[in-house]
């Protein structure tokens, strides 16, 4: 049922966008700015009316590479996120504990981004492309170790539930809160700092455009993940998230600056 009002908004929201007029790009821009003696001051200047196909393209030059990461590691979250109730259920879990475990993963979001969001960030390094790099790095290695753990041929749990008596869904269960954390920290860093670098004209194109990407993310990474679930399980999906965001980590090493 949440499914089919999601969509419903979307087709209304997609229709109500043709209900905008035509002039609506001819305003006048402003700049904020400081005179000479330091206090703030506001120069407005006219903006021309852009094309769309110029707009995109402008925009993707400016920020493409952003956008590009943005799309592939959001693949690889929604590859992992859709298997989760699939991965609880094949660990013993019923409905109930599966309910318990998704509320505690959305009551940790609301909390991360509320209170440790700005720890985060500074402990991943502070300046922007420092933290995407390190979280890309970090949940390479989260996902490359839980791919490790859950292999059919190590006894990394059985060790683990020996010495720390964490059995596979407590041990599950805490690699994804600790990859969602990461993830709020990488999702947060480059918006903002697209956000910056983008020209206030141009603010809604790049919203349009993450949104794009977060539904093409979302219709990809569900069939690809469940796919990877059913021919290698659990260890063979969170290799192959562990290489996405590992290629994503070389392509910002090498081109991030």
């Not at 043709?18 to 003696?37: E, M, S, W």
């Not at 954390?181 to 670098?197: C, F, K, P, R």
Request: glycine share 12%.
């Amino acid at each position: 049922v949440g499914a089919r009002y999601a969509t419903l908004g979307s087709i209304l929201a997609m229709c109500l966008v043709f209900l905008l007029p035509a002039d609506i790009d001819r305003r006048v821009g402003t700049t904020a700015g400081k005179d000479n003696k330091g206090h703030s001051k506001v120069t407005e200047g006219n903006c021309e009316p852009d094309r769309w196909l110029n707009s995109m393209s402008v925009l993707w030059k400016t920020v493409g590479g952003y956008l590009g990461v943005k799309l592939i590691t959001s693949v690889a979250n929604s590859m992992a996120r859709s298997s989760q109730p699939l991965i609880l259920k094949k660990l013993g879990a019923n409905e109930a504990v599966m309910g318990n475990i998704m509320s505690i993963q959305f009551a940790f979001g609301g909390f991360a981004n509320g209170f440790l969001l700005a720890p985060m960030t500074s402990l991943l390094g502070g300046r922007v492309s420092t933290v995407v790099r390190n979280c890309f790095l970090s949940m390479g290695i989260i996902y490359l170790s839980q791919a490790m753990i859950f292999h059919p041929s190590h006894n990394v749990l059985i060790y683990l539930e020996e010495t720390l008596g964490m059995g596979e869904q407590h041990c599950f269960v805490a690699i994804a809160l600790a990859l969602a954390l990461l993830q709020y920290s990488l999702g947060t860093s480059i918006t903002a700092e697209t956000s910056t670098i983008v020209a206030k004209s141009m603010q809604g194109t790049l919203m349009g455009n993450e949104h794009c990407i977060f539904a093409l993310a979302s219709m990809i990474g569900p069939t690809v993940g469940v796919s990877l679930l059913e021919y290698g399980g659990v260890s063979g999906l969170s290799l192959a998230c562990s290489s996405l965001f590992g290629s994503s980590w070389l392509v910002w090493y090498f081109f991030g600056n």
